[in-house]
């Protein structure tokens, strides 16, 4: 899964991760996680250089994880935020809530869907011990 790695993205890191999860899911799992969430998330981020990189988070059909914009099914939500916030997400040292609220995190789309965003990293740092 290293198409989903972008030199200097700690991001990217954390996505691979999550990915190796959801492929290692059964069928049922991975049927239960998508029915969970039942949405597809855009995450762009900065790096501290200022350079983007763009994943698509498909947990609408597919499960799975790619690299760049998603236009067919469009994303229900793209998740702005830097790649030190995308971190402190995964790691459970910062709260998206908050991240919100301060500013370090902005949605376009459907923000009720991004707060599931956090739940599927929790998964990830759970079952990939990131």
Do not use: H
Request: proline share 2%; glycine share 10%.
């Amino acid at each position: 899964m290293s198409d989903l790695k972008v030199e200097g993205f700690k991001t990217s890191e954390i996505l691979v991760a999550l990915s190796e999860v959801f492929d290692s899911y059964s069928d049922e799992e991975k049927k239960a996680q998508i029915k969970k969430t039942n949405g597809i998330f855009e995450i762009r981020v900065k790096n501290a250089a200022g350079a983007e990189g763009v994943w698509t988070i498909d947990m609408k059909s597919t499960g799975k994880i790619t690299k760049g914009v998603s236009t067919k099914p469009k994303p229900n939500v793209t998740i702005i935020l830097s790649d030190e916030t995308f971190t402190g997400l995964a790691d459970g040292k910062l709260d998206g809530q908050k991240a919100f609220l301060t500013g370090k995190l902005k949605t376009k789309g459907n923000m009720m869907l991004a707060t599931k965003l956090d739940g599927l990293l929790k998964v990830a740092k759970t079952k990939a011990k990131l």
